[in-house]
């Protein structure tokens, strides 16, 4: 089992910037590849970012491909998701996701992760 508490998230002006944490505990986090996800209203959850296990690897979702910034930092068994000039589209709740992975491997799809954090809420006010 992995446990994910997300925070960081909050109110922002249109251009402003937050960053979200995600703590991980359960699980060797090293293990880990590690995943960001949003959903707004009425759409479904999308995919924003994935770092994987050994962190070589990282993709983004073209949106905010430019803007976002993933990383993790072993030591703290954290993920970390830097948003930068943030848009009025971006305002969802973002959840972030685990799943035991090969140290190379990312994944994009939410079907493929294990586990999920509770979502931390961002918007974003024009």
């Known amino acids: 089992q992995v446990q994910l508490v997300e925070s960081g998230g909050g109110l922002v002006q249109t251009g402003g910037s937050l960053r979200l944490s995600c703590a991980a505990s359960?699980?060797?986090?090293?293990?880990?590849?590690m995943g960001w996800f949003r959903q707004a209203p009425g759409k479904e959850r999308e995919f924003v970012a994935a770092?994987?296990?050994?962190?070589?690897?990282?993709a983004y979702a073209d949106s905010v491909k430019g803007r976002s910034i993933i990383s993790r930092d072993n030591a703290k068994s954290t993920v970390y998701l830097q948003m930068n000039s943030l848009k009025p589209e971006d305002a969802a709740v973002y959840y972030c996701?685990?799943?035991?992975?090969?140290?190379?491997?990312?994944?994009?799809?939410?079907?493929?992760?294990?586990?999920w954090g509770q979502g931390t809420q961002v918007t974003v006010s024009s």
């Open positions: 359960g699980r060797t986090f090293s293990s880990i590849a």
């Open positions: 996701a685990a799943v035991p992975g090969i140290s190379y491997r990312l994944y994009t799809q939410a079907t493929e992760y294990a586990y």
């Open positions: 770092i994987s296990s050994s962190g070589a690897r990282i």
